[in-house]
């Protein structure tokens, strides 16, 4: 009786023990690009979800992401995520099964050195890396730069238009259009306060507003000829 009462257990055990694997295998199975984006931001204390869902990307760069495979052929061996928020660059390296492998956090910000004073030049590099996009000021429209003194504090204002086409998983080559307002310390570079306006339209509205343009013609030729 106890021979037969230990055989029933070590197959109950070789029972579960195998459908935890086969569980884990299908856990592993079902991390994509996707889910890794999700873990990468939510590390970072964002909601990617949110932002898919309203379409609202300021102060974050596009997220670049890559798949990387091994030596066999279509054998997913990792991903690597990317994006700039606030200033700050965030890379990620995840396993095919999701498990993080590496992780680096930096400043994508450029620095004023001792001694060294603000330009216009400066300025718009700051502000361009802290919304997100370094080194990418072709991309910002309606330049507005202008240093002042308030409260005794030299201070540099930005503003600016930034159009962004994204390449980010699930809305790719959408249009982003963004109205930013920065205040920056003229001094130090650092960032004093920032305002965003999402200027973005949709496609349907553009189309819209093509045909409406259309239609408003056509009424001025014929009215001339009438």
Wanted: net charge negative; glycine share 6%.
């Amino acid at each position: 009786m106890m021979k037969k009462t230990k055989k029933f257990l070590a197959l109950l055990l070789s029972v579960l023990l195998f459908s935890a694997m086969g569980l884990g295998v299908f856990a592993a199975d079902d991390f994509d690009v996707w889910q890794a984006c999700r873990d990468a931001m939510a590390d970072a204390g964002l909601s990617y979800d949110r932002l898919q869902e309203e379409h609202f990307i300021p102060y974050m760069s596009d997220i670049h992401y890559a798949e990387i495979f091994n030596e066999e052929p279509f054998s997913l061996d990792r991903y690597e995520i990317d994006f700039v928020y606030r200033g700050m660059e965030y890379k990620y390296t995840y396993s095919a099964g999701g498990l993080l492998l590496f992780k680096t956090v930096t400043s994508a910000m450029p620095r004023l050195t001792p001694g060294q004073t603000m330009t216009e030049d400066i300025a718009r590099a700051i502000a361009v890396a802290y919304v997100g996009y370094p080194e990418r000021t072709d991309l910002a429209k309606n330049w507005k730069v202008q240093f002042d003194m308030d409260d005794g504090k030299y201070i540099c204002d930005v503003d600016f238009l930034f159009d962004a086409q994204s390449s980010s998983v699930g809305e790719p080559n959408a249009i982003y259009e963004f109205e930013y307002e920065l205040e920056l310390d003229a001094n130090t570079g650092e960032i004093i306060s920032s305002e965003c306006e999402d200027n973005t339209r949709s496609f349907l509205s553009l189309l819209t507003d093509f045909f409406n343009r259309i239609i408003i013609f056509f009424r001025q030729i014929f009215g001339v000829f009438a």
